[in-house]
């Protein structure tokens, strides 16, 4: 039996170690214990990422251990998400958009958790639901056309009220941005600049012109609603945000490698209301 411990925080500063020990999950050669119980906050970024790794371990074995967050804001958290307890009935926080797969059915899965999203968050601001589901709507379809991913992707979304956020993690398992851009342009020889084409330039392999909207100008209405995008990809992770009206771009060589591609997007939110208590939880221990 192997264990794999956690850090006490599971977020953007971290990702490295974070994605270390989820590739440590998905190629074990034992059965592995995950050992939560240091860890004092987590975001949709990690509950997606580890995920994917849990589906790569099952792959193998029929059994996965817990050792549970004595934090129980945290406890409480995995258990919302999904994460624990995947199929099992559970209480949500009104502003968690709990841990869904989306292979088969993508636009009717895209709808649906939408629908989530408004009916738990019902004084989005207009304007920025517009971009979440543009972005949802264009994000999957890419993976669907471009990942190569066997089971689609995983999606896990959570409002933090007071700081007025909606942070929203897209994860697939499949090829990444560097394998399938060498198909059409030979010179991209490593992830981060791999991430740059695909964000900043018309690069794409679709065989019709007229596909989807294009990372870029999904990137670019983000940064117009004064959002932040974290790419990942094999090693490498690209943000994007708009500070004094302007555009800032940081680039990071990953330690560990992160399979297929990862979008993780931070929306502002705009008029909600701050009584988000639901199930008896308040998403205040969240934030």
Do not use: W
Request: proline content about 2%.
């Amino acid at each position: 039996m192997k264990t794999i411990s956690f850090h006490s925080h599971l977020s953007i500063p971290f990702v490295s170690a974070m994605i270390k020990r989820c590739n440590e999950l998905a190629n074990s050669e034992d059965e592995v214990t995950l050992d939560f119980s240091n860890v004092l906050s987590i975001k949709p970024l990690a509950i997606s990422l580890l995920y994917n790794s849990v589906r790569q371990y099952f792959k193998k074995y029929e059994k996965l251990y817990f050792y549970e967050p004595h934090n129980i804001s945290t406890k409480t958290y995995l258990i919302a998400s999904g994460f624990f307890g995947h199929t099992t009935k559970r209480k949500l926080y009104r502003t968690t958009f709990n841990l869904t797969t989306i292979n088969i059915n993508f636009e009717q899965k895209v709808r649906l958790y939408l629908d989530i999203i408004k009916q738990q968050i019902p004084q989005l601001h207009g304007d920025i639901f517009f971009m979440v589901n543009l972005c949802m709507n264009e994000l999957i379809t890419n993976v669907k056309d471009h990942s190569k991913s066997t089971y689609g992707c995983v999606v896990c979304g959570q409002a933090y009220t007071k700081k007025r956020e909606i942070h929203i993690s897209i994860s697939d398992y499949g090829i990444g941005f560097l394998k399938s851009l060498q198909t059409v342009d030979s010179s991209l020889v490593n992830d981060i600049t791999a991430i740059e084409a695909a964000v900043e330039t018309q690069i794409t392999t679709r065989k019709q012109a007229s596909g989807g909207l294009g990372l870029q100008n999904i990137n670019a209405g983000i940064l117009n609603v004064k959002g932040i995008v974290n790419y990942l990809s094999g090693f490498g992770m690209v943000k994007y945000e708009r500070i004094n009206g302007e555009v800032i771009k940081t680039c990071k060589k990953l330690t560990n490698c992160v399979p297929g591609v990862t979008i993780y997007i931070v929306f502002p939110m705009v008029d909600v209301d701050d009584q988000t208590f639901f199930g008896g939880y308040s998403d205040d221990l969240l934030n």
